[in-house]
């Protein structure tokens, strides 16, 4: 029983059209993420979302529109898409952990977008 | 700024050699770090934490890290690798908000 799903894995498509991709976590996590790891295995944070309300935007273009219906989804629409879009997109949900109520990240298989 | 260094971006070990993954961070506050491994094609898994108390942690897989605040460095290690531990290891620090800043990998080959 996957903890975080991502659909789909695979997605190829060409520049200018809209996609989304789409995420559910089954670990009764309050918050939930993005992140974007680049051709060069570069991970960097996108978005993160605590019980629908959204935490962390980074300086993501507004192409990129994430959306939590609840708590336990958190799906990814990019309009336009640009071959500079091209990456594998990493969700991941988290609960506190420690005396500081760290968050520890449990991340999903991947989405790999290839934009022609 | 805030930022993670994997000095090594490739290593091969033979298997049953030990291994040390490098990494150093700069982070302004108390710095929570963790490893995580990537399989190819896979998420990334957790194998170790660090956010206070003994400096030494233990993690899965056989894996441990050593936390020196002196020299900012959170390195990995295992006393003997095995030919599936060849993987991606990244090296994280954050702030405990779930913001993680990743270094750039390091690719493990193992030789037979």
């Known amino acids: 029983d996957t903890a975080v799903s991502q659909t789909p894995k695979y997605l190829v498509t060409q520049m200018g059209n809209d996609k989304s991709i789409k995420c559910e976590q089954n670990?009764?996590?309050?918050?939930m993420y993005w992140y974007k790891q680049d051709s060069k295995k570069f991970l960097k944070i996108m978005f993160s979302?605590?019980?629908?309300?959204?935490?962390i935007n980074e300086t993501v273009p507004n192409r990129f529109s994430p959306k939590s219906p609840d708590k336990a989804h958190l799906n990814l629409h990019i309009n336009s898409l640009e071959l500079g879009d091209s990456a594998v997109y990493f969700c991941a949900s988290s609960q506190e952990e420690g005396a500081a109520g760290a968050n520890v990240l449990t991340f999903g298989a991947g989405s790999r977008l290839t934009v022609l | 700024a805030q930022s993670v260094t994997q000095p090594d971006i490739h290593i091969t070990v033979s298997e049953g050699a030990s291994l040390e993954l490098r990494c150093n961070y700069s982070y302004g506050a108390t710095p929570y770090l963790f490893w995580y491994v990537q399989s190819p094609g896979q998420g990334l898994q957790l194998l170790l934490k660090y956010f206070s108390g003994d400096t030494l942690v233990q993690g899965i897989k056989g894996f441990e890290a050593e936390f020196k605040r002196s020299q900012s460095s959170f390195n990995l290690r295992k006393p003997s690798v095995h030919w599936s531990d060849a993987a991606e290891y990244f090296c994280a620090v954050g702030g405990g908000t779930g913001k993680l800043i990743f270094g750039q990998g390091t690719t493990l080959q193992v030789k037979p």
């Open positions: 979302y605590n019980n629908k309300e959204l935490i």
């Open positions: 670990l009764g996590h309050d918050t």
